[in-house]
């Protein structure tokens, strides 16, 4: 099964809209690899275009920006758009861009050694917020991978007659029930569709996947629709599911869409970094005896923790909120709480001996809450199989959560460590360390860590 997601463009940093592909793509990857199919990952970054003829120009009217860091990707990301509001006005830095572009696709050394340098410093930029996320990529085919593999489609969809050559020379795609679009220009220029067509082209015919599924936001809902239809239409991908993940926009705390333009912009550093901050808060009060080291890495964990659940535990369609206060809550459906009942188990087991917990009877756990929480582990397997069918991680999300608040039940009712009998004591001991795994499992699918103690 071939999972797509991430995807950024080059020369800009990652924000809170490329956070949901990023961790939606990871969960399901993970889900998908733990049903049992072999998973490629792929990061589709947009690293071709004439974009690249605009920062080329940029760059070479106003250097290169020094540094490799955040702040010269900011610095790249102030420049294009200078410089794409200057080729408007201006004919001659247009016509330059347009140079550009083109010694960039014919291979010009000069202009692909400045492409590579502004490629390599974005991916470098975004790798360790990729490690932060737990994220990791099989391949990394961008759109410039699939820049020589276009033309047989084009020629493909001509013969079938699935496209036609206007007399302007551009060739158009006409499907029923599909606006009409372009597969080529009358220049000869591809677009992002002749791209996507390549891509599953190669994809089917290097990986023969069971389905590929791409998780990108809901505004290319049209885009996908239109690509499947071609491919289709052209008899590709028969054999092939073919998946749009397609997701709704994070919305500020003021309750608008955050927009660069607008000036509210959150990037997903800042916002990995905000999370640390107000965690580490959260454990230096919490648990003041523990050493510094610990609580930086509980913070960690507790911070992103609750960036990635917020994520996952609502309908991948639905607009989601940064609400820092629900997110960070040690009570309610948020990562912290399920990740404390973790802890909690863990705690538990650390003052047992492990002939304790391995010996206990199964069929002493006749208490309400105790049953509970053995059917709550019995479907377990079926929320991860409906990750699977309905390729969304709600469902794995809802289990830690009510998983997690069948244990708060459990401690409340029933005590493990002073229990009745020593019988008691081992069935619970057994009953809490499965309680443990499940919920580390559980979390861990999502992309979320189960610290020891918080
Ligand atoms: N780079 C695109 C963007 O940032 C997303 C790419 C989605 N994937 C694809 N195969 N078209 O909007």
Sequence with gaps: MLVEYSSPNMARRMHVGHIRSTIIGQAL???????GYRVISDSHIGDWGKNFGILLTAIRHEGRPTGNDEAALAILEGLYARYNRLAEEEATIDQEARDWSLRLEQGDPEALDLWRWIVGLTLSVNAPLYTR?????DTIHGESFFND?????????????VATRTDGGAVVVTLPEQPTFLLQRSDGGTLYHTRDAATIA?????YRPTAIIYVVDGRQELHFRQLFALMRALGHAREIALVHVSFGVVIGPDGRPLAARRGNMVYLQALLNEAHT?????????????????????AEAVGVGAVIYND?????RRTIALDWDQMLALQGNSAPYIQYMHARCRSILRRATLTDIGSGDPS???????TALLKALALMPNAVRAVGTRYTAAALAEWCYETARATATFYRDCPTLTAPTPEVRAARLRLVAAMAQGLASGLHLLGIAAPDQL
């Design 29 to 35: 990857a993970n889900i998908m690899a733990a049903l």
């Design 133 to 137: 996320l737990g994220v990791r990529f």
């Design 149 to 161: 593999k276009m033309a047989p489609i084009v020629a493909e969809a001509l013969k079938q007659g």
């Design 202 to 206: 190669f994809r089917e015919e290097e």
């Design 278 to 298: 107000r965690a580490r808060a959260i454990a230096d009060a919490s648990s003041p005896h523990l050493p510094e080291v610990e609580r930086e890495a509980i």
């Design 312 to 316: 996952l535990h609502q309908d991948p």
């Design 364 to 370: 002493l756990l006749t208490h309400p809450a105790e």
